[in-house]
C-alpha cells in the first residue's frame, strides 16, 4: 500500500519529536529543510528574516517534483511542509494550507493512501513560545523525553 503522511502543524508544535520517536526520518520529505537549502533569506520590513517570495514558487514546484519522483517508485512518504503561519485575509488561505493541497493531489494521481496528522492544538499557544525561546538557547530544549508518546497528541485525519 502506498502511503503519504503530511504532518500539519506551527514550528516546535511537536512533528520533529514525532519523526523522531516513530523513526521516520528515512522516509522524510522536509520542506523548511529544502527552503535552507535552495533559497536565501531577505529581511522583511519587521527586521526579521524570511524566504524569497520570488524563489517561493520556484521552490514549491521543487519539492513537488522530488515528492512525485519517490511517489512514482511507490515510496512511504513523511510530508513535513514549513508552516507559514495564519493567512493575511480571512479570505485568504496560507502557503502551507495550499502546498498541503498540491501534495494531496499528486498523491491521488499516483494513488496514495493520505493521512494528516494535525499538530496544531498539541501544546498551548505559551507552551509552543516558551519552546521557541528554549531552542533559541539550546536546540536540544525542544526534544520531549517521553518514549510511549507514538503520536504527540496529535489527532490523525483520513484524507
Request: net charge positive; charged share 25%; glycine share 8%.
Amino acid at each position: 500500500m502506498r502511503n503519504l503522511i503530511v504532518l500539519r502543524g506551527p514550528e516546535y508544535s511537536g512533528r520533529h519529536e514525532f519523526i523522531q520517536a516513530n523513526n521516520l526520518d528515512s522516509w522524510l520529505v522536509d520542506q523548511q529543510v529544502l527552503e535552507g537549502l535552495f533559497t536565501e533569506p531577505v529581511t522583511d520590513p519587521l527586521g526579521g528574516y524570511r524566504s524569497d517570495p520570488l524563489l517561493r514558487t520556484q521552490l514549491r514546484n521543487r519539492v513537488l517534483h522530488i515528492l512525485e519522483g519517490k511517489m512514482a517508485r511507490g515510496a512511504l512518504i513523511i510530508f513535513r511542509p514549513s508552516d507559514t503561519g495564519a493567512p493575511f485575509t480571512r479570505n485568504a488561505v496560507s502557503a502551507s494550507d495550499r502546498m498541503i493541497e498540491a501534495v494531496i493531489a499528486l498523491g491521488k494521481r499516483y494513488r496514495y493512501d493520505t493521512r494528516i496528522i494535525d499538530f496544531t492544538n498539541t501544546f498551548p499557544a505559551a507552551e509552543i513560545e516558551a519552546r521557541r525561546q528554549a531552542a533559541g538557547r539550546n536546540p536540544q530544549a525542544t526534544r520531549l523525553h517521553e518514549s510511549s508518546r507514538t503520536c504527540g497528541g496529535a489527532p490523525v485525519f483520513p484524507t
